[in-house]
C-alpha cells in the first residue's frame, strides 16, 4: 500500500493536468476527471488506515482540495462527474464526487461589511420616504375623477418598483430571492445590502422627480382643457381643469378657465364663486373676469336694451381699476400687456352699459378704450394670444372696429376714415363674435347686435351701400381745374416745419365747388399724421353739414412727403410704384387697390347673426399669397393651405386675375377669407405667418 506522501504527489499531478486544460481554455478529459477523482479516493484510503499524518502534508492536502474545488465548474460540465458516479457508485461521504452540491467557498469579508446595518437602515428610511412621495403622487391622480390612463401607469410603475424593492428588503423570503437575483448577477454577497440601498435610492429619485413634476403634469391637464374647451367640448374640459386643480391647486387661471364656462352657460353664480376664488389672493385676471360678469348680469336684465343699475357699474368699475393697476406692475409679461387690453376693452363696454344706447353722444366719450386696446394686443407675438383663458383674439378688434362704426355713424364722415374700409374690418373681425352657435361669444354678440341696431348706424350702413360707385366728375378739364385749385388751397396753407419727415398719402375728394368734402387714409402712419397737412384743416373749414350722396366728386392723390407735396389724379394713384417699395404710405394704398377689387365682388350687407350660416363660414381660414402689380392688378393668387385650394373658386380671386406683362414687378399681398363676405389684406412682409 502506498504511503501518504505518494498518494498526495499523485493527486496533484492529476489535478495539475486538470489545471492545464482549464488554463487552454480546454474542457477536461473524462480521463482526467476520473484519474483526479481517483488519486484523491486513494489519499482518503491511507487516512483512513494509518495514523495521523504529519501536519505539513494534511496542510497540503488542504490546498489540494481547494484547488479541486475551484476546479469544480469545468469539471461537472456536461454532466460528466455524474456519469463517472453512476458508473463506479462512489460513497455519499467522498464528496469530491459530489462537487454540484458544495456549497461556494466562503469570500473574504472587507472591514466595510460589519456596516451592513447601516445600509440596511438606509433602504428603511428610503422606502418610507418613497411611499410618502408614491401616495401623494397617488391621491393627486385620482383625487377629481379616479385614475386615467397617465395616472394609472405612474401609480402602477412606482407601486411596482416599491413593492419589489420593499419585498426584498424587509421579509425573508424577499431576501432570499433577491439574494439568489443578486448571485446571478455575480454580486459578491458582502454588496448585497449596498445593493438594496441603491436600489432603494433610485426608487426614492423617481418618486422624488414624479412628485416634484406634479405642476408640470397640472400644466398638461390645463393645457387639454383649453383644448377641449376650444373645441366646446366642455364637460371634458371641467374635468381637465379639475385634475390640473389637483396638482397646481393654487393657480387662479384654472379658476378662471372654470368660471368661463360657467359664464358661456348662463350660470353666473357658479361662474362668480370661481372667479372669486383668484379674486381673493389679488389675480387680476379673476378681477376682470368678475367685472365682466356683473355687466353681464345686469345688462341681461334689461334685455340688453337699458342702462345697468349703479350697484353694479360701480362694482365692476372697482375690479377693472384693481386689475388695471396690478397688471401695470407687470408690463414685462405678455400675458399681463394681453390682460391689460381685455381689460380696457371691459371698460368700454361699462362705459355703454352705463350710458345707455339711447345716449349715442355719450357712446363715443370713452372710445378711446377700445382703440387703445388693439395695440397692446397686436405688441404681443401671436403664440402668446392663448395665454389668456376667455378672450378671443379679435374681441378687441371687434370691438375697435365697432367703435369705429359709432363714430362714423355720428357724423356725416370722420376724417382719415374711409367707411367703406371700416365696414369691412368690423365684418372681418367680429364674424366670429356674430355667430351665436358659438356660446362662449354669446353676451358679446348681445352687445354688438345691440349697437348693430342703432338708427344712426342702419342709416350709416345705407350711406355705404348706397356709395358703392360714386358719382365721378368725367370731364378732363374741370378735373385739371379742381387740381389747380387744390394745390394752390394747399399752398396757402402749407407749413413745410410742422409736416414730418414720414411720406403721408392721401385720398381727396373735391366737389363741383371746388370745396374738400371728405378725405381718407389707407395706412396707419398717414391716418395717423393726416392732421398735421393742410388737408385736414381745409376738409374742417369746408366740409357740409349734409353731404348728397349723387354730388359728382372729383378723386385726387395727395402726397406730402420732405416739407413738399403733390397732387395727381387718384386713377394715377400706382403710377411709379416698384416691385422693392417699403413705404407704409405706398404699401397701404396699393394695398386699397386691392381691396377696391374685392370689395366690388364681395356682398356689402350687415348680417343679422342668427342667419349666418355654418357653411359659408371657412374653418380654417383661406389664406393666398396674392402678387400685385404696380397698376393695382391681380397678377396670380396662389393658396398657402388645402383649404384654400379647395375652396378658391368659391371666392372673387378667380374672377380678379389678369395676367401680366413680362419684366412687370410684382408686390404680394396676404389676403385671409373668413367667410365669403369677411376679409383681410395684410402686406406680406408685415403677415404674422406668411
Not at 440596511?120 to 403622487?137: E, K, M, P, Y
Not at 357699474?313 to 384693481?322: G, H, I, K, S
Not at 383663458?389 to 365697432?402: E, M
Amino acid at each position: 500500500m502506498e504511503n501518504l506522501e505518494d498518494a498526495i504527489a499523485k493527486y496533484a499531478a492529476a489535478l495539475a493536468a486538470i489545471k492545464d486544460a482549464a488554463s487552454a481554455k480546454a474542457q477536461p478529459a473524462l480521463s482526467q476527471i476520473i484519474n483526479v477523482l481517483l488519486a484523491r479516493d486513494g489519499i482518503q484510503a491511507v487516512l483512513n488506515q494509518t495514523p495521523p499524518a504529519s501536519r505539513q502534508l494534511l496542510a497540503q492536502l488542504v490546498q489540494l482540495d481547494d484547488a479541486l474545488i475551484e476546479q469544480a465548474k469545468s469539471i461537472i460540465q456536461e454532466d460528466r462527474l455524474a456519469q463517472c458516479r453512476q458508473s463506479l457508485n462512489p460513497p455519499e461521504s467522498s464528496w469530491w464526487w459530489f462537487l454540484e452540491g458544495l456549497p461556494p467557498k466562503p469570500q473574504p469579508q472587507p472591514k466595510w461589511a460589519k456596516y451592513d446595518w447601516v445600509w440596511n437602515l438606509g433602504t428603511v428610511v428610503c422606502l418610507v420616504v418613497s411611499t410618502t412621495f408614491l401616495s401623494q403622487t397617488a391621491k393627486a391622480f385620482s383625487a377629481a375623477e379616479g385614475f386615467d390612463l397617465w395616472g394609472m401607469f405612474s401609480t402602477i410603475s412606482q407601486g411596482a418598483g416599491l413593492a419589489l424593492v420593499a419585498g426584498g428588503a424587509l421579509t425573508d423570503k424577499g431576501q432570499k430571492v433577491v439574494e439568489s437575483a443578486l448571485t446571478s448577477l455575480k454580486i459578491p454577497p458582502y454588496l448585497h445590502a449596498e445593493v438594496t440601498f441603491a436600489g432603494a435610492l433610485t426608487l426614492l429619485s423617481l418618486s422624488h422627480i414624479t412628485y416634484s413634476n406634479l405642476p408640470r403634469v397640472g400644466e398638461l391637464y390645463y393645457e387639454q382643457g383649453r383644448k377641449l374647451q376650444a373645441e366646446n367640448r366642455w364637460s371634458e374640459a371641467q374635468e381637465s381643469y379639475a385634475r390640473s386643480l389637483n396638482f397646481i391647486p393654487d393657480d387662479p387661471r384654472i379658476s378662471v378657465s372654470i368660471g368661463s364656462i360657467y359664464e358661456a352657460l348662463g350660470d353666473f353664480e357658479k361662474a362668480i364663486a370661481e372667479y372669486e376664488k383668484g379674486n381673493l389672493v389679488g389675480d387680476p385676471a379673476s378681477m376682470n373676469a368678475l367685472g365682466r360678469v356683473a355687466i353681464w348680469q345686469a345688462w341681461e336684465k334689461t334685455a340688453w336694451k337699458g342702462k345697468i343699475d349703479a350697484d353694479s357699474a360701480r362694482r365692476a368699475d372697482l375690479l377693472f381699476e384693481r386689475a388695471t393697476k396690478i397688471v401695470a406692475q407687470q408690463t414685462d409679461d405678455p400675458r399681463q400687456q394681453l390682460l391689460q387690453a381685455e381689460i380696457r376693452t371691459n371698460q368700454g363696454i361699462l362705459h355703454w352699459a352705463k350710458v345707455g344706447w339711447n345716449a349715442q353722444d355719450a357712446l363715443l366719450d370713452k372710445i378711446w378704450l377700445f382703440g387703445h386696446a388693439v395695440p397692446l394686443e397686436e405688441a404681443v407675438p401671436s403664440n402668446q394670444h392663448s395665454s389668456l383663458s376667455l378672450s378671443s383674439k379679435y374681441r378687441n378688434q371687434c370691438y375697435a372696429s365697432v367703435g369705429d362704426i359709432l363714430h362714423l355713424a355720428s357724423s356725416q364722415a370722420t376724417p382719415g376714415v374711409d367707411p367703406r374700409v371700416a365696414y369691412r374690418e368690423f365684418n372681418y373681425a367680429c364674424l366670429e363674435i356674430r355667430e351665436v352657435y358659438q356660446p362662449g361669444n354669446w353676451y358679446d354678440a348681445k352687445v354688438i347686435e345691440s349697437a348693430v341696431d342703432l338708427q344712426s348706424v342702419q342709416q350709416l350702413i345705407k350711406r355705404i351701400q348706397a356709395n358703392v360707385s360714386p358719382v365721378k366728375i368725367a370731364d378732363s378739364k374741370q378735373i385739371s381745374k379742381f387740381q389747380q385749385q387744390l394745390s394752390a388751397q394747399i399752398q396757402q396753407n402749407l407749413d413745410p416745419k410742422s409736416l414730418p419727415e414720414d411720406k403721408i398719402i392721401l385720398r381727396v375728394f373735391v366737389n363741383s365747388k371746388g370745396k374738400i368734402i371728405k378725405y381718407y387714409a389707407y395706412d396707419k402712419m398717414s391716418q395717423g399724421l393726416a392732421y398735421t397737412t393742410p388737408i385736414d384743416r381745409l376738409w374742417w373749414d369746408q366740409k357740409p353739414d349734409v353731404q348728397d350722396p349723387q354730388e359728382p366728386l372729383a378723386d385726387f392723390k395727395v402726397t406730402f412727403y420732405n416739407g413738399a407735396f403733390e397732387v395727381a389724379s387718384w386713377s394715377a394713384k400706382a403710377r411709379g410704384l416698384t416691385q422693392n417699395m417699403t413705404d407704409p404710405a405706398d404699401m397701404g394704398m396699393l394695398k386699397h387697390c386691392l381691396f377696391e377689387l374685392l370689395d366690388r365682388q364681395v356682398p356689402g350687407q350687415f348680417e343679422v347673426a342668427e342667419n349666418v350660416n355654418s357653411d359659408d363660414i371657412f374653418r380654417p381660414s383661406l389664406i393666398y399669397k396674392v402678387n400685385v402689380t404696380p397698376d393695382g392688378a391681380i397678377a396670380d393668387s396662389q393658396p398657402m393651405n388645402k383649404e384654400a385650394a379647395e375652396r378658391f373658386q368659391e371666392t372673387p380671386l378667380v374672377n380678379l386675375t389678369t395676367a401680366p406683362g413680362d419684366g412687370i414687378p410684382l408686390i404680394p399681398f396676404k389676403v385671409e377669407f373668413k367667410a365669403s363676405n369677411a376679409f383681410r389684406i395684410t402686406p406680406w412682409n408685415e403677415a404674422e405667418n406668411p
